[in-house]
């Protein structure tokens, strides 16, 4: 099996990887502005939050698959990837949150507070945001190096952000729940196969 080179990996895959990322955000803005022939339809501001949220999950199971591509592939460099795409996320589930915020909610504090408070599934989304945050902060080599090995368990966080981010989506769905239900089960493989290699590496 062949290896891309690091200048390979640094100057081909990494570029191409973030306008890869960057599409589903190009796609909403052309359609924000109906350009391209695109459009939001009837409700725009409904079809946003839709649209960025499935596409903040998607990208958060990619980041989550990173590893065990790289298990099972031995192709090492695909790890090199994973902090952009985590970072990818943070940018996704911000701009689902400022959609929230302002057009939903006209920025009505009293009224967020109490969603926030009242609606599991918003209660869900905000941990869920609170945590990336805190791994998009500590993602810097500066913030690896202080941390040391803390860094490793504080960024296990990963996977509770999966399990919040996939019960959110459940917990909002009114009537066909077959849509959450096959992330949540990607999600589930995901992390089986960590606790399979970690049951692995101390047997
Ligand atoms: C990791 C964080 C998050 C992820 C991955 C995420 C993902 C999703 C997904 C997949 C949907 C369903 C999209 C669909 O129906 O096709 C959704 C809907 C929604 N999310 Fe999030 N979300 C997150 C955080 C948040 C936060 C912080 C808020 C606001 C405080 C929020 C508010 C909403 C709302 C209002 C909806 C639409 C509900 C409806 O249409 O009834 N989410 N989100």
Same mark, same amino acid.
């Given at each position: 099996?062949?290896?891309?080179?690091?200048?390979?990996?640094?100057?081909?895959?990494?570029?191409?990887?973030?306008?890869? %990322?960057?599409?589903?955000?190009?796609?909403?803005?052309?359609?924000?502005?109906?350009?391209?022939?695109?459009?939001?339809?009837?409700?725009?501001?409904?079809?946003?939050? @839709?649209?960025?949220?499935?596409?903040?999950?998607?990208?958060?199971?990619?980041?989550?698959?990173?590893?065990?591509?790289?298990?099972?592939?031995?192709?090492?460099?695909?790890?090199?990837?994973?902090?952009?795409?985590?970072? &990818? $996320?943070? &940018?996704?589930?911000?701009? @689902?949150?400022?959609?929230?915020?302002?057009?939903?909610?006209?920025?009505?504090?009293?009224?967020?507070?109490?969603?926030?408070?009242?609606?599991? &599934?918003?209660?869900?989304?905000?941990?869920?945001?609170? %945590?990336?945050?805190?791994l998009?902060?500590t993602s810097t080599n500066g913030w690896r190096r202080r941390l040391g090995r803390r860094w490793q368990k504080l960024h296990r966080l990963?996977?509770?952000?999966?399990?919040?981010? %996939?019960? @959110?989506?459940?917990?909002?769905?009114?009537?066909?729940?077959?849509?959450?239900?096959?992330?949540?089960?990607?999600?589930? $493989?995901?992390?089986?196969?960590?606790?399979?290699?970690?049951?692995?590496?101390?047997?």
């Amino acid at each position: 099996m062949s290896f891309p080179t690091t200048r390979q990996v640094r100057w081909l895959i990494k570029p191409a990887w973030f306008l890869a %990322c960057l599409t589903p955000f190009t796609w909403l803005t052309l359609a924000v502005f109906e350009l391209a022939g695109l459009s939001l339809g009837a409700d725009p501001i409904e079809e946003t939050q @839709h649209f960025i949220g499935i596409w903040a999950l998607r990208l958060l199971l990619i980041t989550l698959a990173l590893t065990p591509i790289r298990l099972l592939t031995a192709q090492a460099w695909v790890i090199q990837l994973r902090r952009m795409t985590g970072l &990818f $996320v943070l &940018f996704y589930v911000s701009v @689902h949150f400022l959609n929230y915020l302002v057009p939903d909610q006209g920025l009505d504090w009293g009224a967020i507070v109490e969603d926030i408070v009242e609606r599991p &599934f918003i209660t869900l989304g905000t941990a869920a945001l609170t %945590c990336l945050i805190m791994l998009g902060i500590t993602s810097t080599n500066g913030w690896r190096r202080r941390l040391g090995r803390r860094w490793q368990k504080l960024h296990r966080l990963v996977y509770v952000v999966g399990i919040l981010a %996939c019960t @959110h989506f459940w917990w909002q769905v009114k009537l066909d729940t077959l849509e959450p239900t096959v992330y949540a089960g990607i999600l589930a $493989v995901l992390l089986g196969s960590r606790i399979v290699s970690y049951k692995r590496s101390k047997g």
